[in-house]
Nanobody, 126 residues
Framework: QVQLVESGGGLVQAGGSLRLSCAASGRTFTNYAMGWFRQAPGKEREFVGSINWSAGRTYYADSVKGRFTISRDNAKNSVYLQMNSLKPEDTAVYYC???????????????????WGQGTHVTVSS
């Protein structure tokens, strides 16, 4: 089992920045690729970004590319999402997820992730 706890959400004005953190515990952190997903009210959960075990590969949804940056610190068992130039359409609950994998890649498919955090709310006002 892997336990994931997100933090860093909140209310921010459009154009502002937030940094989300996700702390992992329970298993060897480098056995997992990590991803961030989000779910807005009435919508499906969608991919935001993911990072492989070594932080050598990162992937982003087109809607956040150039604005968001995913990173991880394996010594701290943590993954981060730096969000800049936020827009009202970024408003959602943001979830951290862990994918158990032996590959050097990180999935973008929500169904491939094994463990999920409880989510942190991000609200961007216009």
């Amino acid at each position: 089992q892997v336990q994931l706890v997100e933090s860093g959400g909140g209310l921010v004005q459009a154009g502002g920045s937030l940094r989300l953190s996700c702390a992992a515990s329970g298993r060897t952190f480098t056995n997992y690729a990590m991803g961030w997903f989000r779910q807005a009210p009435g919508k499906e959960r969608e991919f935001v970004g993911s990072i492989n075990w070594s932080a050598g590969r990162t992937y982003y949804a087109d809607s956040v590319k150039g604005r968001f940056t995913i990173s991880r610190d394996n010594a701290k068992n943590s993954v981060y999402l730096q969000m800049n130039s936020l827009k009202p359409e970024d408003t959602a609950v943001y979830y951290c997820a862990a994918e158990s994998t032996v590959s050097d890649y990180a999935a973008i498919d929500v169904d491939l992730y094994d463990y999920w955090g409880q989510g942190t709310h991000v609200t961007v006002s216009s």
